[in-house]
């Protein structure tokens, strides 16, 4: 998102130039993190390159028991040399040279591999604030290797027996060698695979027939991205920029700057505030058992309520009371698809339609 940010902002000040936008940006000096320290009542998945710097109260190492399992070692070998540089380049045929000095070479080649895995082991532990949970798994038919992780960390921290643990996928047993409690009752049941999981798009279960790539369809998905992008926008730039992506879309001006002035009317205050969010994905289960995905154009969630709302680009205004208002379905299974969330929060709903610039609350 910050990337992107900076792209359009070059482009509204300079224009269109792609060696220009890499000049600029490689003689900026701009610094973008992770911020951790917030309390955003999330769980994080990344790399330990990606949290270096970062900390956090709780930390999982979720499969140190194995090694990694990328691509095999290079067999391109670098020996180094007394004057410093590049070193000499020396092809190894795996299984047709042998020599004392080149099983050297492989043997300084793998202590600098092992000392980088090491050092990314200390910066994954110093992750941690309060917790730190160092897992893995363990097959009956081998033992874990004895460089990773869970091997070298298990003498130092003095762990003699795992805390908790789970002898085999068919037959699971639970041996609880330290302080009793209860497992809950998901984890001795196998997850079901991803393709017996039916997942079906709102959107798609609602009007299949009108997903054809038509101009109307083209014109509605360049005015939903001129919208995503406008609130992240200072409201002096907004014109400039709504106008420039009218003219590469192909839209007609007037209509796009219109869109300024609507996102500028009071009412929508609510939606486009610094703790709103724009196309968010949902995934859920509705009351009748379907498992639906979908993507809110804007989402605020408020300690007591959520605001929803979606910006429809039609013509034709359908009335709130017509059985084919296909919208009104559309919003109350999103609303359904967040209630599992947020079951104690009051859910609004709401409809921009761009053509009138008329805010229709559906339900409230």
């Not at 101009?215 to 002096?236: K, V, Y």
């Not at 920029?241 to 002035?261: I, M, P, T």
């Amino acid at each position: 998102d910050a990337y992107l940010d900076l792209a359009m902002t070059y482009e509204m000040e300079n224009g269109l130039s792609l060696a220009g936008f890499l000049h600029w940006f490689n003689a900026g000096e701009t610094d973008v993190k992770r911020e951790m320290d917030k309390n955003a009542g999330e769980v994080r998945i990344m790399t330990v390159h990606a949290a270096k710097g970062l900390e956090g109260n709780i930390v999982f190492l979720p499969d140190a028991a194995s090694l990694p399992r990328g691509r095999s070692a290079s067999r391109l070998l670098k020996i180094e040399t007394q004057n410093r540089g590049l070193g000499l380049p020396l092809w190894n045929l795996s299984g047709l040279t042998s020599s004392p000095a080149l099983e050297l070479v492989l043997a300084n080649n793998q202590a600098k591999i092992d000392a980088e895995r090491n050092r990314l082991l200390y910066v994954a532990m110093t992750r941690a604030r309060d917790e730190l949970y160092i897992c893995g798994a363990k097959s009956k038919s081998r033992e874990i290797p004895k460089t990773c992780w869970y091997a070298l960390v298990e003498p130092i921290l003095g762990v003699t027996e795992p805390s908790v643990y789970l002898s085999d996928a068919q037959n699971l047993g639970v041996q609880q060698t330290k302080e009793a409690f209860t497992l809950p009752s998901w984890i001795l049941h196998p997850a079901k695979s991803e393709s017996a999981i039916e997942s079906q798009t709102v959107t798609h279960a609602l009007k299949a027939k009108t997903l054809a790539n038509t101009p109307e369809m083209q014109r509605g998905t360049a005015i939903h991205a001129i919208l995503q992008a406008l609130p992240r926008l200072a409201p002096n730039r907004r014109r400039a920029f709504a106008s420039v992506k009218a003219k590469q879309h192909g839209l007609d001006e007037a209509d796009v700057l219109n869109l300024v002035d609507l996102l500028a009317r009071p009412e929508l205050t609510a939606f486009l505030g610094s703790d709103s969010m724009s196309e968010v994905e949902i995934c859920g289960t509705l009351e009748n058992g379907k498992t639906m995905t979908g993507r809110l154009d804007r989402i605020v969630i408020e300690p007591t309520q959520i605001l929803l709302l979606d910006f429809k680009t039609d013509v034709n205004v359908p009335s709130k009371t017509s059985e084919d208002h296909v919208y009104l379905r559309q919003m109350q299974m999103y609303s359904q698809l967040m209630r599992e969330a947020y079951p104690t929060h009051k859910i609004k709903a709401a409809l921009l339609w761009t053509q009138t610039g008329k805010l229709e609350w559906l339900f409230q």
